[in-house]
């Protein structure tokens, strides 16, 4: 019964050996531009707007009013980056580096 883990867990082992060693060489593959949606390549669209209601907000004890006048359609791809030396990794770089142990 013993025996039975240990090659099951020999099985998990390899298997995550081999995703680490795919992974690793996949790392840096960005799409080919073919496999990005074209639309995502049109420019903004800005129309106007025709009595648009006043945004009030109050921050900080200051009153602001803000007047809409332009409405805008946006398209775009959401790219991230992912820094695995940093141990919080909040794209700031200010949670410090990974040192080990």
Partial sequence: MKKN???ILY??????????????????????TSQIESSLSQE????DINGAEVIINEEKGVKYQIQPLYNYELW?????QNDNEV?????TGSCGRWQGL
């Fill in 44 to 47: 903004p669209i800005q129309s």
């Fill in 87 to 91: 141990w919080c990794n909040d794209n």
């Fill in 11 to 32: 099985i998990i082992l390899a298997i995550c050996v081999i995703l680490f060693v795919v992974s690793y060489f996949l790392k840096n593959r960005l799409p080919n």
């Fill in 5 to 7: 883990y240990i090659i």
């Fill in 76 to 80: 775009g791809l959401i790219v991230s």
